[in-house]
């Protein structure tokens, strides 16, 4: 596992949001990035910068390229998906990892059990 921070940003300003996540894998980043543009929403000229421990820029995308990934991704179990066409109630709490299922997408979600700590 290794942390990376996530901003959500407007272009010109500083950061509305900095989150250090720990995230499995670098293939991972990408479902972290269109979680957290789901949650925070799309604003203009918002976008999303993720930064490796050393403070280098790997990701930088603009927050509606982030939601317009969500509805691209063919697995029919994601969890992000579901709840960007308002079948469930996001509140962050989901874990991502990448997708085990024979390569059909390049991520997997599920939510959180409840029970989980």
Request: proline share 5%; net charge neutral.
């Given at each position: 596992?290794?942390?990376?921070?996530?901003?959500?940003?407007?272009r010109g300003e500083?950061?509305?949001?900095?989150?250090?996540?720990?995230?499995?894998?670098?293939?991972?980043?990408?479902?972290?990035?269109?979680?957290?543009?789901?949650?925070?929403g799309e604003s203009?000229?918002?976008?999303?910068?993720?930064?490796?421990?050393?403070?280098?820029?790997?990701?930088?995308?603009?927050?509606?390229?982030?939601?317009?990934?969500?509805?691209?991704?063919?697995?029919?179990?994601?969890?992000?998906?579901?709840?960007?066409?308002?079948?469930?109630?996001?509140?962050?709490?989901?874990?991502?990892?990448?997708?085990?299922s024979l390569g059909?997408?390049?991520?997997?979600?599920?939510?959180?059990?409840?029970?989980?700590?």
């Amino acid at each position: 596992m290794t942390d990376f921070t996530f901003e959500y940003c407007r272009r010109g300003e500083a950061p509305l949001l900095v989150e250090t996540i720990d995230v499995p894998n670098e293939a991972a980043i990408w479902c972290f990035v269109e979680a957290l543009a789901l949650r925070l929403g799309e604003s203009p000229g918002a976008f999303i910068r993720v930064c490796n421990e050393r403070g280098q820029a790997v990701v930088r995308t603009g927050v509606s390229t982030a939601l317009a990934s969500i509805e691209q991704c063919p697995c029919g179990s994601c969890a992000v998906k579901e709840a960007a066409r308002g079948g469930r109630i996001f509140n962050g709490d989901f874990q991502l990892s990448p997708c085990r299922s024979l390569g059909s997408c390049n991520c997997k979600s599920f939510a959180q059990p409840a029970s989980a700590a």
